[in-house]
């Protein structure tokens, strides 16, 4: 994209963020071809919040749709739910949750908020998960949002195939096969098959 | 077993802890028919450290073997580690590691300690990550000690496939086969079908 005056500009970054409001300033930046720093003033300009603001505004609105999970047990944040259909979280991941050398994101992260999105779209009062299946793609960076995006794909023997597929910067870093029940938790532990989550 | 005198049950006490260092004061009493107080106080009169100091004490001195994760970046203790052949990892699950309503620990937990261990026993100074199946068998409550056993299964194409099997108290909670690659890292995430962890 060329660059454009100011005004221009700030009036196609509010129609960007209206259509996708989950961006990031980086991709922000790389879209208008400006600063980090052009973007975040333009921001401020526009009483346009950080992302993190953003993101906490609308999943704050989406959590009493959640049935099977309480609102603090979902790892990420929740900002599009269809009950039974499809869900999409976003998370940010902070250096706690690296390894100091790398930086590299923890795997078991990225499976914690596929899961927690994987049961929290199931239309159940309760949802425990039996089997995964996941594929690490591409490795993270801390600082990066991740979104996951999960859809229902069928059911079957009381069992939901969840997938969900998580990007960062439209990439595919991590996808996962999951089989949820929709059943009540066996407290004792006793059978075979089946879990929490 | 019969009742037994003391001085026979601390012996035998003493016998069974050389060989399952890692039994928990609860199930000793099972084994001895006595409360878990009197087991208690069979392990001060004897000297016997609680099982939290004995793991800790026995993982402490296997850290330094492990190539592909720092100390700290272990999910979970190490107590027994052959690398490239297996090894056995014990953790507690607390309160914050479990659902609030049930005291169910959430499965990203049994994820992170099995993957862990996987990456650890991998005899290679960077290993990650590529894909894995998962199984929960069985729901475990807050408080429980998870022991995880890894096997390497064998090598092809430059990926291990690591199987661990979590257990509690003898039974299977959790199954998973993971695929780790021996190789370093792309940091640019640039390249396909591998992760971190």
Do not use: C
């Amino acid at each position: 994209m060329a660059k454009v005056s100011r005004r221009a500009r700030q009036e196609r970054l509010v129609e960007t963020l209206e259509r996708e409001p989950f961006l990031t300033d980086e991709q922000l930046a790389s879209r208008f071809d400006v600063s980090v720093q052009t973007i975040r003033l333009d921001r401020l300009a526009l009483g346009i919040k950080e992302l993190r603001e953003r993101i906490k505004g609308v999943a704050e609105s989406r959590y009493p749709h959640v049935r099977s999970l309480a609102p603090n047990e979902v790892f990420g944040d929740i900002v599009e739910l269809d009950l039974g259909v499809h869900g999409l979280s976003i998370w940010r991941a902070d250096e706690e949750h690296a390894f100091s050398r790398s930086q590299i994101v923890r795997g078991h992260y990225l499976f914690a908020q596929a899961n927690s999105l994987a049961v929290a779209i199931v239309d159940a009062d309760q949802a425990l998960t039996a089997r995964a299946v996941v594929k690490f793609m591409r490795s993270v960076q801390a600082g990066s949002y991740m979104i996951a995006h999960a859809h229902v794909k069928g059911e079957r023997h009381g069992y939901i195939r969840v997938n969900v597929r998580t990007t960062v910067d439209q990439k595919d870093v991590f996808i996962a096969d999951f089989l949820i029940m929709r059943k009540g938790l066996d407290m004792t532990g006793g059978s075979t098959g089946e879990n929490r989550d």
